[in-house]
């Protein structure tokens, strides 16, 4: 329940079936609810998120001399404003225009959601407006501004000086939107809808439909070339004595002219030993995009993350082009190596053995607007508890995947695909789930404490004769592996005995089994009614 605590769950890993998948059993884990936070990242960048450095604190590590760097990035972090719109009237009497101007704002602090109590929480639909008035920053040649989001809950349409610049669906993803009438060195007024109509194409989900701005709001520099999507893994050899950093991202050109960019990529170990790469990216015409892949090897003895010892590189990801610094990412990285062998699941070459707790971001009275003390509460309580892993439905907020990271504490993700069946049954609702799957895979993989990457929740348990869901787990287990290729593929399950077994499992490298014995009933002919059932059930499955 939202806003309630509830007994915390535990995780333990049992040896896999035919040798290969690894099963987890989920016990408890499943509706458990408890204060989730959110750290702002420290100075010089966040554990995993990447964070986009200041212009002053660039530090060119090239020899070819001074370096144009980007400007400083501009928190837009107070002075926010908020008007419920409880008819749906706001678009119809165009409140993001200067009619906006009469309407009775109250102050608020962002992060902010508008309905955080349970009873304002339901299904029912609503919407609010957001209103933030700014000094515009000076435009230099070359160069523009986006207007960045952490988190926008559930549907967002921005204007910038009454125009608009972008929209977003997705309620847990970070975003950008280009400040195309942006007024430099004048009063300008970013104006924020947002509302938390699930439609047509939506998913289903099983936590509260909290509604408002959910993370800081940014004015980021925009060079001539960006790196999207950046994700920056390890690969571990020589039994874990060696390994590279692969470094992934979106190369696009806001140029009106070809550009030959390059990436500068460094890596620094608690020691202060630096490793650095640069990777030329070739010829990129005007308004093209480029994914670009590479790896960085990591010199000296490496410093291995774990819940024991989370140890954290230093990495800075810099575009370059000629002279000109575009872009400059900064992130803490762990050097980490996650496998499944002989069904038992492996951190660092060592047998893991999981016991923790799933999580909500929900806290009572604020809802999903975490702060830096839920963060440090939601930490210390897992530690309380002697938790090295927790569990998570959707993609969590860049801050608190940092305080994890931290922490050392692993973490279970998955997309919101969750009992979606219905919805995976057509070609549009698959594109959705894997949309979503594709954000939290971007979001999450530069995080050394996300172990596991699930595909889903609770989807069909005869997925062989569900087509939709057959071809949403063939689909979606090749893309996982795509994009985050050292991190095992999972699917969370039902644990109704009495079904046959699953070839489309042989996709995935780890189940989790949701366990309800002695909870509910089950559906007919698969009762888990009696809790002595649990480990013959076990038994059966390896």
């Known amino acids: 329940m939202a806003g309630r605590e509830q007994p915390l769950g535990r995780a333990v890993i049992m040896p896999g079936v035919r040798g290969r998948t690894a099963l987890l059993l989920m016990w408890g884990l499943v509706a458990v609810a408890i204060a989730v936070v959110a750290i702002p990242p420290a100075s010089g960048g966040g554990a995993g998120s990447p964070t986009r450095v200041a212009g002053a604190g660039v530090r060119s590590l090239s020899a070819r001399g001074p370096r144009l760097s980007p400007p400083a990035a501009v928190p837009l972090a107070t002075g ?135 993370g800081p709001v940014t004015l980021q520099g925009v060079g001539r070339v960006s790196a999207q999507g950046l994700g920056v893994m390890p690969e571990l050899g020589c039994a874990n004595r060696c390994g590279d950093l692969l470094v992934e991202a979106t190369l696009r050109s806001h140029s009106a002219g070809a550009l030959r960019p390059e990436l500068l990529v460094s890596a620094t170990s608690p020691d202060g030993v630096t490793s650095t790469s640069v990777r030329a990216a070739g010829a990129l015409p005007a308004g093209s995009a480029r994914q670009v892949r590479f790896r960085v090897p990591v010199r000296g003895p490496l410093a291995l993350w774990s819940p024991a010892s989370p140890s954290l590189y230093r990495v800075q990801v810099q575009v370059l082009d000629g002279r000109s610094v575009e ?89 919101p695909v969750d009992h979606a069946d219905p919805a995976l049954a057509s070609a549009a609702g698959r594109a959705r789930a894997l949309a979503l799957l594709r954000s939290t895979l971007v979001g999450d993989r530069s995080h050394p404490s996300v172990l596991i990457d699930s595909i889903g929740n609770e989807l069909s348990p005869t997925p062989d004769t569900t087509p939709g869901t057959r071809a949403y787990i063939d689909q979606a287990s090749a893309l996982a592996r795509a994009l985050d290729p050292g991190v095992p593929v999972a699917l969370d399950t039902y644990c109704y005995p009495g079904f046959p077994a699953q070839r489309s499992y042989s996709k995935l490298d780890v189940l989790g089994i949701s366990a309800y014995f002695g909870w509910y009933t089950g559906p007919p002919g698969h009762s888990i009614a009696d809790f002595d059932g649990l480990a013959p059930f076990l038994r059966l499955t390896h």
């Open 80 to 214: 926010w404003r908020y008007a419920p719109d409880p008819g749906n009237v706001g678009l119809r009497n165009h409140w993001e225009s200067a009619a906006g101007t009469r309407l009775g704002w109250a102050p608020v602090t962002i992060p902010n959601d508008f309905n955080p109590t349970v009873a304002g929480a339901s299904d029912r639909p609503a919407v609010g407006w957001y209103e933030v008035s700014f000094t515009g920053p000076p435009v230099t040649p070359g160069r523009s501004w986006s207007v960045s989001f952490e988190s926008v809950r559930r549907n967002a349409q921005v204007w910038l000086n009454g125009t608009e610049i972008g929209s977003s669906s997705d309620p847990y993803a970070p975003f950008a939107l280009p400040a195309r009438t942006l007024r430099p060195g004048a009063t300008n007024i970013l104006v924020v809808r947002v509302d938390t109509f699930e439609g047509a194409g939506s998913l289903p989900e099983d936590w509260w439909n909290w509604g408002g701005i959910m």
């Open 327 to 415: 872009q400059v990412d900064a992130l803490r990285v762990g050097l980490r190596s996650v496998r499944v062998r002989g069904g038992i699941l492996y951190l660092n070459g060592s047998r893991l053995w999981l016991h923790g707790a799933a999580i909500q971001e929900d806290v009572q009275g604020r809802g999903a607007a975490l702060t830096d003390s839920d963060i440090e509460t939601i930490v210390s309580e897992l530690r309380s508890v002697g938790a090295n892993v927790t569990r998570a439905h959707y993609l969590l907020s860049p801050r608190l995947l940092d305080a994890l990271d931290q922490a050392g504490i692993m973490v279970w993700e998955q997309p």
